[in-house]
Every structure is written in C-alpha cells, then in structure tokens.
C-alpha cells in the first residue's frame, strides 16, 4: 500500500488556495499593526453641505481583510474535516483521516455549542462565556480534550490501535505509514507515524489525553478543597493560626517544585509509604470542607441536617477509605469486600504531590480574598444577626470570592497539566511505557532531531489543551469583570 | 524567619533523603548492586547513615562532632573523611557552619568545587535570560497596555498567552525539532537557499557552551526558558500599563496637549514599571524550574543538570546543598522585590 500524504488528493487543489489565505490573514495582521501606528485614527472628508462624514479609513478595509481572510481560513479547515469525514480513507490523506477518527468528538463539539449558544442567557456565567471569541475558541479547546478523553477512556472510540501494542517494521515509521502485514479488521495506517518501540503515535497521544483529563482536574479541584479550607479561617480568624499556616505555605513555596517531586515520587519513597500518608492527610479535606459547609447552614434545622449530614458524611468516608486504602500498602484499614477501587500507586503519588504543590498558592489567594472581602458591610450584616464564623466564611465570603476563584481554577488547571507533563518528562511517578504526554515527549526527545514526530504530536496536544484552559480564563476574567 | 525557613526546608530534604529504602539505594550504587541484606546494614552502619536523624542533621550543619569509626585495620571512615587527607588532619566538626558542604559521593569530589562551577554555567545562562526576557516582556507588555483594546493589543495579548501556555519542554522539543534538526525544519531549508553554512540552524545541545558560549549552541535554551517568563511579565505589564494610563493624571497631561508619545515615555511608564518590578523579581524561582528542565533537555551541565543528576542518585550532600542554594535564592528574590517596591513606589515610601 501507498503511505499516505497528508492531504492526499483533495489537497492537490485545496492546498494551494489554503496556503494563498493564510500568507494573506498573516499580511493583513501584519499590515494592521503597522497601519495603527502609521495611519491615522479616523478619516474625515468634508461635503458639499458642509458637514463632514467621519470614517474609520483604510484601517477599516484592512480589518475586513483580516476578519475575511480569517473566516476563509476557518472555512476551509471545515472543508478539510468534513471532507475527510464523508470521504474514503486515503482521499484527504492524513488530515482526512484523523478528522475522520476524531468525528464523535466534532459532532458532540457542535451539539454543545448549539445548544449553548441557543440558551446563553439563561445559563449565567457558563452563558455569558459564549459573548466573547477568546473565551469560546477556549472552551473549544478544552472540550476537544474532554470528549477526546470521555470517547476514548468510555467507549474506546477514536484510537486506532492499542497504546501499548508494538507493530513489526513500524519503529520511527513517517506519519501515514501503512502497517506492513495488516490484519483482519486492523486500522492499516500508522496516522501520526510509530515511535521508536514501533508503538502508533495517534493512539498513544489520544490515549494520553485520558490520563491528563482525569488526573488535571480533580487534583486541581482537591488542592482547592485544601486551600479553601485553611485559607478561609487563616483569612478570617488572623493571629496565630493564621502565621502558622502562611509559614508551612511559604515553607512548600519555597521548594523548587521539580527537587520536591524528586523526593516525594521516587520508588524508595513511594516504599516508605509516605505519599499514603499525604494522601490520607489531604483527601480528609473535602469531607472537612462539605461536613462544615452543610452543619453551619442547616444548624438550626436539625430535622433536616442530621439525615442530610450523616448521609453525605458516610458515603464520603466510604469513598475516602476505598481511596487510601489498597492491598500492599502500608494503609490497609478497608476488607477487600467494602473496597470500592483501588487507585494505582503510581497516579496516587502524582496526584498527591501535584496537589500538595498546588495546595498553598491557593491557599493564598483565598486568604487575601478574605482578608478584602471581611471588611464588607454584609459582613457586618451577617455578624451582627449573629452569625457563626463558619457560616459567614462559607455562605457570606466564599460565594462573593467566586469570581477570582474560578478564573484561578481555570488556570490552575493548566499548570497542574504543565507539572503533570514534567513529571512524566522527568520519568516519575507514571510507569515509562504509560502513554501520558509528558512520558511520550520524554521518550521521543532523544532522538529529536532525525525523528521528531514521536514528541511533537504531544506536545502540540499538551500546548492545545493548556492554550484552551488559559484562554478559557482570560474570556471568564473579561466576562466576570463586567458585571 | 529567613533562617526559620531555610532549617525546616533542609530538614525535610533531610528527612527524605535519608529515609532507609533511600539509604539502601545509596550504599548499593555505592559498593555494589548485588549486596545482601546483613552487608547494606553494615556498610551503612560504618559510615554512620544509621544513626537518628537529628543527629546526622546536627552533624551535617557543624553543630555536633562528625561521624567517625575506626576499623580494625586502622582506616578511619566518617562524614569528616576525605580521600587524600590523613586521619591525622581530619577535623573533628565538619558542617555548613564551618564552611564545609560535604562530599559528593557520586562526583567523588567536595560539594562546594563542583556546585561553584555548576552554578557558574547557570550563571552564564541566567543573564543571557534576563538579557532577553526582560526588555521583550516591557516592550510587549508596554505596546500592548498604552492601546487597551487596539489591534496592537489583541495580537500582543494572544501572543502572550500562547507563551504561558507552552511549558519548557513543549517550546525546547518545538524548537529543536524545526531549528536545530538536519533533515527537518529552518535548517535544510535556509541551507539550500545558501544563507548558512551547515545543514542545522542551530545546535540541539548545550554541551559545546560549557567551552565557549556561541550564538548558534545557546540561541535555543536561552530562548526557552526566556518563552516561558516572558509571557507573563508581559501581561503583567500590560495590565498595569492599561491602569496608568486610564489615570487621572494621564489625562490631565492629555488635555494639556502634551503629545502620546511623551505621555507614555515621561508620565506613564515609570508608574507603569512598578508592579512589574515585583513579577520580575518573583519569576526567579520559577526561571529556576525552567532551568532545570532546560539544562536536562539541552544537556548542559548547570545548577539544575546537577540537581537532576543528585536526586536521581541521591546523593544526600549535593542534593542538601542544592536545596539551600535553591531556598536562599527564592528567599532573597522576596527580599529584593519587597525593597524595591518600596523604592520605587513613593506612596509607600514616603509615608
């Protein structure tokens, strides 16, 4: 069988057109630079009745170039996707072909925009993100990943091949490489190219995404459990908790991140049980956190709150003791029959140091949230119907917190997909042949300069993915800001 | 408090370092991989890894007598031992407080010679860092804050972003895959074009820099790490350029006709700099991160390539060392941005 090209022979038309808009958007967004400082402003012409018609000048033809140009661009990208969607594989080539295997996720992307977009003002913040370009090409990105990891990690969709399955003839193979014996009902292409133990890249890198869509989030989401909870009484309450705490978070601050990762992920250490312990330690947070958070609103329903309380509490702690609890570690408190799953030890320790890492810049921003937030009337208010302290923290600041709160927690989830991607090209915690991005990148960097596919494919995936989260907050940030 | 830090911090390195399993890998790469049980223990025990771990840090900051056993064939093992030195000469207190940082025991050689020339190369690459980050970052940071809103600004803005969004080891493989790879990328492309002489860009590695900094092996690594912190110094810039110059003052100056470009040279920008002043000074622990991803990737033996190497072999000294050095520079850069924030801000200063 022939390799495939990468826009195989759709493009031999089609690309040329592409190339010709893309070297035109790139002009045009030079020559709008440019024209804001060399051309002036706005361009006046004085007529015949004497009044005088104010115009934006070439400025405004050079935006409808760029925006043209870009539209085009956009459009011909569908083309390309759609194309290679409805047509045989080979057609559209690579590009084609991916697009093709990517169909679910285009499909679920369009239905969620759709119905978005048609109920915005109805959906509060969610809605108001769907006002501003950056914050949808972000939330764009994003999603891409998240179904990409739900079709693949769910329904086993999207990947052409096993992550972990080595093909004969296929090590360093060039993106498009037909398998050389393909059997029954075998995808017979290698779409990205074989790495250099002969394993399909595509497959490797959507199956990546998985792990990074997994771990990214909740780790981001327990690390503001923790910060949450000790920022809020530190900010509130002042004095000497407060020292205590901000010490022990300028201490973890003060590691350089990649020296404490080598302490904490290294197979001695996870012997010694240690990162079990942390975990024992941080996941009790989130059971803190709702435990607090129901008591103080509920208190004065006692009907109500102590079903809803010891409800919640014991499935929380159920699932926190399947959590810390597995065969072969040092914590074993659970019988084998009320554990619900067993997390692997190499993603326990890559979760736990990626939130212990995280932990005390969230809590800093929490405190100094609180530390302005306190000085608010309702505050006050709240005080003085006598409150208690643990229901203005949490039902008077917290909700008045959120907006930067969640800005942050957009961005915080990119940086804990960095620090992921570190670990993994550093080789700790996750096992070398696990197909997470940051392990691929490692593996592929050694031979970079003959064979670079092996490492670009995830890390333009990594780069997509952190992109989107970072553009994501920047379009919440502006869209909060203007309430 | 600096002080307070620095201890807990080296003692939890110490902590860890010195937990058995840890130990046990030591004494292995030390003698040899196919040692026993009862032979770890007893390696261990002669060179004094087991006793508690307060003790050895007391020992390691000077403050108690170093470790010291004597054989029954009269060689003398301890922490205070060095090859070369008679037992006759050895010191009795060999901690940080007497100026010794321990012995390396994979470099076979003293903590503090090869940490000063370790440090030296990541020297060299730091200022070249700064000499590209900083000034890029304002003058993107300015262009893009003194227009809120304008073209200029929302191409600046994205561009910006897009740096914050791409880790080190994403831009440095990016980079050497399309300008430092013979068959792919710039090179082949410019060498058939006859606008350079060899067939890549640039080099891949920094090994040849340790020799003689060139542009063509140091280009790629200092672009790296500088990718990465400029983005957001950039943003920071902006941000507090926008606030200036929607000020009161600016538009006083405005009014009075004073032209754009003095407002933003004379009025604006020096107000403007200030809350940069701080980020800059607060990225250094973090360029400290970069470069120790940077150094792995280009293999270019610095702070960080030492690091790396410590904790994977771990080697207790080094690795303590490393850890103050690393502390000392976040602590002091919180310093320095505390004071020159009072400095350059006269709200603050004068009250």
């Known amino acids: ?483 | 408090m600096m002080l307070l830090t620095a201890l807990c911090l080296t003692y939890i390195v110490f902590f860890l370092t010195n937990m058995y399993p840890n130990l046990e890998k030591l004494a292995k790469t030390q003698g040899n991989f196919r040692m026993s049980e009862e032979a770890v223990a007893s390696f261990l025990e002669d060179r004094g890894y087991l006793q508690p771990t307060p003790v050895k840090y007391m020992q390691w900051l000077g403050v108690m007598p170093g470790f010291s056993l004597e054989k029954e064939d009269g060689t003398l093992l301890g922490k205070c031992v060095r090859p070369g030195i008679s037992p006759e000469d050895t010191p009795r207190f060999c901690g940080i407080l007497q100026g010794d940082w321990g012995f390396s025991t994979v470099a076979k050689e003293p903590v503090a010679n090869v940490l000063g020339s370790r440090l030296a190369n990541t020297g060299k690459l730091m200022f070249w860092v700064m000499v590209v980050m900083v000034p890029s970052a304002l003058i993107v940071g300015v262009l893009a804050g003194m227009r809120e809103g304008s073209g200029t600004d929302r191409s600046l803005s994205t561009v910006s972003i897009l740096s914050t969004a791409t880790p080190e080891y994403v831009s440095g493989v990016i980079f050497i895959a399309m300008l430092a790879s013979t068959r792919n990328g710039l090179g082949p492309w410019l060498h058939e074009m006859g606008l350079i002489e060899g067939k890549a860009l640039f080099k891949g590695t920094a090994k040849s820099a340790m020799d003689g900094i060139t542009f063509q092996n140091f280009t790629l690594p200092v672009l790296t790490i500088s990718l990465y912190g400029m983005g957001y110094i950039a943003r920071m810039t902006r941000a507090s350029m926008a606030e200036v110059m929607t000020a009161q003052y600016i538009r006083t100056a405005r009014l009075k006709g004073v032209s754009f470009r003095n407002i933003v040279m004379k009025h604006a920008l020096r107000n403007a700099l200030i809350a940069p002043f701080t980020v800059i000074m607060l990225q250094f622990p973090w360029l400290l991160n970069g470069v120790v991803i940077v150094e792995t990737l280009f293999s270019y033996t610095g702070f960080g390539w030492q690091l790396v190497n410590a904790a994977g072999n771990n080697d207790i000294e080094m690795l303590l060392a490393v850890s103050v050095v690393s502390v000392f520079v976040v602590l002091v850069t919180q310093l320095i941005s505390d004071i020159g924030y009072v400095y350059l801000n006269p709200r603050i200063r004068i009250s």
């Open chain 1, 1 to 483: 069988m022939e390799p495939l090209t990468w826009t195989g022979s759709f493009g031999t038309f089609l690309d040329p057109i592409f190339w010709v808009v893309a070297w035109v958007f790139i002009a045009a967004v030079a020559l709008q630079i440019i024209g804001s400082w060399v051309l002036p402003p706005v361009a006046e012409s004085i007529n015949l009745d004497g009044t005088i018609t104010r115009t934006m000048g070439p400025n405004l033809a050079i935006r409808m170039l760029v925006k043209a140009s870009l539209l085009t661009l956009l459009a011909l990208c569908v083309l390309y996707i759609l194309a290679g969607m409805f047509t045989p594989l080979g057609t559209v080539g690579i590009i084609g072909a991916v697009a093709a295997q990517f169909a679910p996720v285009w499909i679920a992307l369009v239905v969620t925009f759709l119905v978005s977009i048609s109920y915005k003002r109805r959906l509060g913040l969610y809605g108001k993100l769907f006002d501003s370009t950056i914050g949808m090409i972000g939330f764009a990105l994003l999603m891409f990943w998240f179904y990409t990891a739900v079709f693949v990690g769910l329904f086993d969709m999207i990947a052409t091949h096993d992550p972990l399955t080595q093909l004969s003839g296929m090590k360093n193979k060039l993106p498009g490489t037909p398998l050389r014996s393909p059997e029954e009902g075998q995808f017979s292409y290698y779409l990205l190219g074989g790495d250099n133990l002969a394993r399909d890249v595509f497959s490797r890198m959507v199956n990546g995404s998985v792990i990074v869509i997994v771990i990214a989030p909740f780790a981001t989401l327990f690390a503001f459990m923790v910060g949450i909870t000790l920022g809020l009484p530190a900010g509130y309450f002042g004095g000497k908790l407060d020292a205590l705490l901000s010490f022990l978070a300028n201490l973890v601050l003060a590691f350089p991140v990649i020296l404490l990762f080598y302490l904490l992920v290294t197979p001695e250490i996870v012997a010694t049980g240690i990162p079990n312990y942390m975990a024992m330690v941080l996941f009790v947070f989130p059971i803190i956190f709702v435990g607090v958070l129901l008591n103080s609103r509920f208190y004065t329903r006692p009907k109500l709150r102590t079903p809803l309380l010891s409800g919640v509490l014991l499935v929380m702690i159920w699932v926190y003791l399947s959590a810390i609890s597995a065969d072969g570690t040092v914590i074993n408190v659970l019988p084998g029959v009320m554990d619900l799953f067993n997390i692997n030890s190499g993603i326990l320790v890559v979760f736990v140091s990626v939130v212990f890492v995280n932990s005390p810049t969230v809590f800093r921003i929490v405190r100094g949230l609180v530390l302005d937030i306190q000085t608010r009337d309702y505050v006050a208010a709240a005080q003085t119907r006598g409150e208690g302290p643990w229901y203005i923290m949490l039902w008077e600041i917290l909700p008045n917190a959120r907006g930067p709160l969640i800005v942050d927690f957009c961005l915080r989830i990119g940086y804990t997909t960095i620090l992921l991607g570190t670990l993994g090209f550093f080789g700790l915690g996750l096992p070398p042949e696990s197909p997470d991005w940051g392990t691929t990148i490692n593996d592929g960097r050694k031979l970079l300069s003959i064979y670079p596919h092996p490492a670009i494919v995830p890390a333009f995936a990594l780069l997509s993915l952190v992109l989107g989260l970072n553009l994501l907050a920047d379009g919440l940030r502006e869209e909060s800001l203007r309430d």
